[in-house]
């Protein structure tokens, strides 16, 4: 199957969709929570925080890289007790890669997200309490289900901004073979050197494949889904 | 089985202050829109929080400001059917009617298949609520609240977004619940029909008060209550019990005040219907009118008569131990000479039957 591919884009596709997809699990029970509490709670601050999630999507990327090289790098205001307390180091490594494609698709997660929850109708909530369900449960039985295909399309949207992420990465991360190459950065380092051409085009319809994938199977997800939810 | 309830709420503009009790059998919270029916069940099923408010079923405290007692709406077990029957979407037809059993305590309750039955939803069960009718949703709703094991039922409305087919459809089912389960049952409604076929206690509100409560008979025949029932509305509500088929297509019905005719009532010899005389569809003379259309004349007395703001007087009458109410004239009244202990016939120009089975048996 390799064969096809130098073992440096290899690594750079291997690389992309494993930082893509930590990417996404790990945001999304964050960005489930930061959803509801956007559409549903009134705390002081809300604005602050509704703000805060959509930076990224307005910044340019490279700003939110280089703030995330100050918060989380290794002499950074966080990163430096994360590294001497868990061990856990993001600079120049692929979970740094992850943590910017993460903070980068956020905003698009929540947002999907959000439209969701407040979508479902709080009347069918409050005739699941009547019916004996606590708060958790109601949550669990009538809310989740009917927001999952918000949270579906709300998980291929980050997962696949994830795969395209490159200004914060590659400014927090750097672009290292093997570590730090994501799939972009690699088309990038590609077309920097001579007779890097052929390695970016055969990048390029991978990110085209992978893209396209994502999208039709987020709609056939969607779809199949609303036709459940929709009591047909 | 009983429920009391006492409450007071102020909204921008509203003054709720209620208290009555429920016994067993249909409550109807009777009243004009906005009077505050919908708000008195909010408050005990716990989704409005009232400024003020006592609520206890069976002695069990729900509701207590006072003492700070407030169950949350899971913990009341209050089986509320909405008016938008609020059935989940995303569940089929049987999930959806079992869906309260997972939080129900493990206490021997109705059964599925037997609230299936009740309420003829068999054919429904696999499918989803987004392929029901109107009529059909309302059915299953009322089957889910009942399935959860509720205290009591607390219906808003429950027909008021059918068409007239639709509810014909389901009063005949809501008349089972009433006589096969023994919950109390608060039921809101605006619509005199309903009330009047449904309802085992009255409580007529006016505008967030209580106007009157009582037996759902003598509210109905109460002068007083008439304005707030609405004149047209007011009327007696009558037992009768099917006596015999005349080969005319007239059926005879005897009841305590005398035996009335009615066209063609296809029901078995020995049922017990209600019947309701409205009042202004009484008519009263002093001596036997002789040379009328009229089947239906009762001999009967005057019982009070209360004069009102306008032309119009309501007479009550004692027929054998039952009330008539009649609405005549000033007029009239005066020049019939009409008083408390002034025997007179009574002619009663339309008897409507409000219901097919009481449903209390004879024993």
């Given at each position: 199957m390799t064969d096809w591919l130098t073992p440096n884009e290899w690594r750079a596709v291997a690389l992309s969709l494993r930082v893509s997809f930590w990417a996404t699990v790990v945001s999304l029970p964050i960005g489930l929570l930061v959803a509801y509490a956007l559409a549903r709670w009134n705390f002081w601050g809300k604005q602050l925080l509704n703000g805060l999630v959509h930076l990224p999507l307005i910044l340019p990327p490279v700003v939110t890289g280089y703030l995330l090289l100050l918060t989380f790098g290794r002499k950074g205001t966080v990163g430096q007790y994360l590294d001497e307390w868990f061990g856990l180091v993001f600079a120049f490594r692929w979970t740094g890669a992850a943590l910017a494609a993460a903070v980068m698709a956020f905003p698009l997660m929540v947002r999907a997200m959000r439209l969701a929850i407040e979508a479902v109708d709080p009347k069918l909530e409050q005739a699941a309490g009547t019916l004996g369900a606590s708060k958790p449960w109601v949550f669990l039985t009538v809310t989740l289900p009917l927001i999952l295909p918000g949270i579906i399309a709300g998980a291929i949207l980050a997962f696949a901004k994830a795969m395209g992420e490159f200004g914060a990465t590659i400014t927090f991360v750097s672009n290292i073979p093997g570590q730090t190459q994501t799939l972009p950065s690699a088309i990038y380092a590609f077309l920097q050197v001579p007779g890097g051409e052929g390695s970016a085009a055969r990048l390029v319809w991978i990110a085209i494949v992978i893209a396209m994938a994502a999208l039709l199977l987020s709609e056939w997800v969607a779809k199949a889904i609303a036709r459940r939810i929709s009591g047909q | 089985m009983s429920l009391q309830v006492s409450l007071k709420h102020r909204f921008a503009g509203f003054d709720l202050d209620v208290a009555f009790e429920a016994p067993s059998g249909v409550t109807a919270l009777f009243g004009r829109s906005g009077s505050g029916k919908t708000t008195v069940i909010n408050a005990v099923a716990g989704l409005l929080r009232p400024d003020h408010g006592l609520v206890t079923s069976n002695g069990i405290t729900l509701l207590d400001r006072s003492r700070g007692i407030e169950l949350p709406p899971h913990q009341r077990r209050v089986g509320y059917v909405f008016q938008d029957s609020r059935?989940?979407?995303?569940?089929?037809v049987r999930q959806n009617l079992l869906y309260g059993r997972w939080f129900a305590p493990k206490e021997p309750g109705v059964s599925l298949d037997r609230i299936v039955e009740l309420l003829g939803i068999a054919p429904l069960l696999s499918r989803r609520p987004g392929a029901l009718s109107g009529g059909e949703k309302q059915r299953v709703a009322i089957g889910r609240a009942i399935l959860s094991n509720p205290r009591l039922l607390a219906l808003d409305e429950p027909l008021a977004a059918l068409d007239e087919a639709r509810k014909a459809e389901i009063l005949p089912y809501l008349e089972r619940l009433r006589d096969e389960l023994h919950l109390p049952i608060l039921y809101v409604s605006h619509a005199m029909a309903e009330v009047a076929r449904l309802a085992n206690t009255v409580v007529l509100m006016e505008a967030g008060r209580v106007a009157a409560a009582g037996p759902t008979a003598d509210i109905l025949s109460d002068p007083d209550a008439a304005p707030g029932l609405g004149l047209r509305e007011a009327g007696a509500l009558l037992t009768a019990t099917v006596a015999a088929q005349d080969e005319d297509g007239l059926t005879r019905l005897d009841c305590a005040a005398g035996p009335l005719w009615l066209p063609r009532i296809a029901a078995p010899l020995g049922t017990d219907l209600r019947i309701r005389i409205l009042a202004q569809d009484v008519m009263l003379a002093t001596t036997r009118p002789e040379g009328i259309s009229a089947l239906n004349i009762l001999s009967t007395t005057v019982r009070d008569i209360r004069h009102g703001t306008g032309p119009g007087t309501l007479v009550r009458l004692d027929a054998h131990g039952e009330t008539i109410l009649a609405r005549i004239t000033r007029r009239s009244a005066e020049a019939l000479a009409l008083a408390p202990g002034k025997p007179v016939f009574t002619v009663l120009k339309a008897v409507s039957v409000a219901q097919e089975s009481v449903g209390v048996k004879r024993t």
């Open positions: - | 059935l989940f979407p995303h569940l089929t």
